[in-house]
């Protein structure tokens, strides 16, 4: 059973568009979320994250929003460049413990020109 | 340069051997985990230690053993127990409680 849920295995973007990856989730004890973004042999890489009190948080060209009665939280990107093709993960949390953090199984996004 | 480093990068298996993935971090992070990453799903809590000497199974610890003797260090044995063994194995730590992980760029582990 996927607590996490990242629908779409991949995305295509054109440069300068707005790149919007989604994820679902079940739990309604998660109350920290939070996007990784990884290259190719690489490991994930922190992003930017969002406080179940807060519906938004923004971070230069990446804002998270969070929509917990349909317990959905998207990634949006704006403007979309070549360095953002990677494969994103949404992990939820619940409690202090990281132990508690659920990965989703990843977009794919490809920024092409 | 504080980071988290994984060796090797790729590493080979026979049937019933058992082997050793290294972790190491100079970021002095009290807490370090293991996860696994099979196509296609998200990452897999293997084992996970919040502080020096004491370690915690995850969702899928099973067929795998750690230990943290030294607060940089986090080992991670996969042994013959684990019947698929096959995936990207990635190291993570991080200051514990809220703070988001830094991870290793992971071992693959293949079974000849």
């Known amino acids: 059973d996927q607590q996490v849920k990242q629908n779409s295995p991949s995305l295509s973007v054109q440069e300068g568009r707005i790149s919007i990856l989604n994820c679902d989730y079940t739990n309604s004890m998660f109350d920290y979320f939070l996007w990784y973004k990884k290259y190719p042999a690489e490991g994930p890489t922190f992003l930017i994250s969002?406080?179940?009190?807060?519906d938004k948080n923004e971070d230069g060209r990446f804002t998270v929003f969070l929509n917990k009665s349909a317990k959905h939280l998207s990634l949006h990107i704006v403007p979309s460049q070549p360095g953002d093709s990677a494969v994103y993960f949404c992990a939820a949390r619940w409690g202090s413990s990281a132990s508690k953090i659920i990965f989703g199984s990843g977009t794919r996004l490809s920024i092409r020109p | 340069d504080g980071g988290i480093t994984q060796s090797p990068k790729y590493l080979f298996r026979k049937e019933g051997q058992n082997v050793t993935l290294s972790c190491e971090q100079n970021?002095?992070?009290?807490?370090m985990y293991w996860y696994r990453q099979d196509p296609g799903q998200g990452l897999r809590l293997i084992y996970y230690s919040q502080i020096v000497n004491d370690f915690q199974k995850g969702d899928i610890a099973e067929g795998y053993s750690v230990s943290r003797e030294k607060k940089e260090s986090f080992p991670l044995t996969v042994t013959s127990a684990q019947k698929n063994p096959t995936a990207f194995y990635l190291c993570?730590?991080?200051?514990?409680?809220?703070?988001?992980?830094?991870f290793g760029d992971g071992t693959r582990l293949s079974i000849l």
């Open positions: 993570a730590s991080s200051d514990g409680g809220a703070q988001p992980q830094h």
């Open positions: 969002i406080s179940s009190i807060k």
């Open positions: 970021l002095n992070h009290d807490a």
